[in-house]
């Protein structure tokens, strides 16, 4: 299977990157020099400094033999117009980022009109992120999955004597709930059983959303849910606009803080229902002029990864209820689960995750990177036809790294063990290490048998010995 990264950003290398995991033979195309020098350095793919949009370069690839074109510059018209030529040309799947606001409700029209299967937003879909957090009653950061019957909840351990030095079989205090990972100074785990709990672990439990409302009300110390009223934002970017867009219509009261003035008047034209205020949200003293610790969130989405975390650390110290930050790089990956901050969103992470689940086709109901983007969580229906269909889990004889954290089975929620029997329609959500998850996705929908399966994939060294 052969892709196309055109556009070597932040998130051109996170997708070449995980492309190359999926086995892809992968061809990076930047107009940047410096930019193709340091994917040559660090990735293998086959880099080429030439601007795309000079079809010749894309008949000299010969874009017919590719099975995926993914465009990422940061023009979108450019991007559009790559992925149109694209498919003319022969190429079998096409996905442009478009970033514009003023193409957000055309995107469906000129996915038709163009022939681009799937155009992508990444900055709407951070916002749809942040918005689904600071929606929810409690605080730990959570996401849903299968519709809602499964909830997953991050919360760092830190020095809790119910947790540390134990084994997670040993556990009493998750009521019914499953860790599924562990994030442990930066690096990712997939425990079992016999691992055993360290000082500041960052632990991802899974389990019925009732019982992960029970955890998160239990283990915050706040005895009493806040309902969100009012949202300050700082920074009136393409994010900021679109979460303002999505909060207001929940009839949440927003605040936004922008320093460049014009841009105020094109916000507050947008936004006519929203507070806009021309001002430099960095310096402390205009957040304490606005009473930034009587809203209910406080979200940092500037184009400056530093200033928002900086900005998210310093309010959340004001006793604000949720403090956010939105970043794009991987730099703060090993410092983030020590920062003081409700919830970081990482636009390349989550743009990534979309991306992918459109590549590995209609058998991923949803996938989310989670810890960094070292954890996938997917969901797949397993089908009569699936090699694992009837097979018990304790069987199926998988890879470390890989965890089945439940079963939907006629609308029930399951939580597995060994002797659970795969049965056709059930729903599965499934964790694993980012390295593994397109090799059991195999396993999972292949059709044969399944020692044939496996051995087919050891053999091309696809995974590790079982």
């Given at each position: 299977?052969k892709a196309l ?13 995980s492309l190359?995991?999926e ?5 990076v195309?930047d ?10 350095n660090?990735?293998?793919?086959l ?8 079809f010749?370069v ?9 099975d995926y074109?993914?465009a990422t510059?940061?023009n979108?018209e450019?991007?559009?117009i790559l992925?149109?030529v694209?498919k ?7 996905i ?11 995107l469906?029209?000129?996915s ?16 749809r ?5 600071l ?13 809602g019957k ?6 760092n351990?830190?020095?809790d ?9 040993d556990?009493?205090q998750?009521?019914d ?11 990712a785990?997939?425990p ?6 360290e000082?500041?672990d ?8 009732k ?8 283990h915050t ?5 806040k309902?969100?009223?009012s949202?300050?934002i ?14 207001l219509?929940?009839n949440?009261?927003v605040?936004i ?10 916000l507050k ?5 929203a ?7 960095t ?12 809203y209910?969130?406080f ?20 006793g604000?209820?949720?403090s ?5 790089r991987?730099?703060?990956?090993k410092?983030?689960?020590?920062l ?11 743009t990534a ?7 590995r ?20 229906i397993i089908?009569?036809?699936h090699?694992v ?46 390295e ?12 044969g048998?399944?020692?044939?399966a496996i051995?087919?994939?050891?053999n ?7």
């Open positions: 299977m990264v055109v556009g070597a950003g932040k998130l051109g290398y996170r997708l070449a990157a190359i995991d086995n892809y033979e992968v061809t195309v107009n940047n020099e410096d930019v193709i020098k340091n994917i040559s660090s990735l293998d793919v880099s080429i400094c030439a601007n795309a949009l000079d010749g894309l008949e000299e690839l010969d874009i017919s033999t590719y074109v993914v510059t940061t979108d450019a991007n559009v992925c149109t694209s003319k040309l022969g190429a079998k799947y096409a442009a980022r478009v970033r514009d606001p003023e193409y957000i409700k055309r469906d029209f000129l038709k009109e163009l022939q681009i299967d799937k155009i992508i937003n990444p900055d709407f879909a951070t916002a992120s942040i918005f689904k957090y929606m929810k009653r409690y605080q730990l950061y959570s996401d849903d999955f299968a519709g499964v909830s997953l909840v991050e919360f351990i830190g020095n004597p119910n947790f540390i030095g134990k084994k997670i079989m556990i009493e998750i009521n709930l499953l860790i599924a990972a562990i994030s442990r100074a930066g690096d785990i997939i079992n059983g016999h691992t055993v709990l000082e500041n960052v632990i991802i439990l899974a389990g019925k959303s019982n992960i409302t029970n955890f998160d009300k239990e110390g706040i005895k009493k849910a309902p969100l009223r949202t300050m700082l920074g009136g970017g393409k994010t900021g606009l679109y979460l303002a867009m999505l909060l219509k929940e949440v009261q605040t803080v922008e320093m460049n003035r014009d841009r105020c008047f094109v034209e947008m936004l006519p229902n507070q806009i205020i021309n001002a430099d949200g310096d402390m003293s205009t957040l304490q002029e606005e009473l930034v610790n009587t209910d969130a979200v940092a989405a500037t184009g400056i990864d530093e200033a928002n975390l900086l900005m998210s650390l310093v309010t959340k110290q004001t604000i209820y949720k956010v930050a939105k970043i794009s991987t730099n703060y990956d410092v983030l689960d020590k003081d901050i409700d919830a970081v969103f990482n636009t390349s992470y989550i995750a979309e991306m992918l689940k459109e590549i086709g209609k058998s991923s109901l949803s996938l989310h990177l989670l810890l960094n983007g070292q954890v996938e969580c997917t969901e797949l089908k009569e036809k090699l269909c009837g097979k018990s889990l304790e069987n199926l004889d998988l890879p470390e790294g890989i965890l089945i954290i439940a079963i939907i089975r006629k609308n029930e929620m399951l939580v597995p063990n060994g002797k659970t029997v795969l049965k056709p329609k059930d729903r599965i959500v499934l964790f694993s290490m980012h593994v998850a397109p090799k059991m996705q195999k396993i999972f929908s292949s059709e048998k399944i020692k044939d051995n087919s994939i050891k091309r060294g696809m995974v590790d010995e079982l």
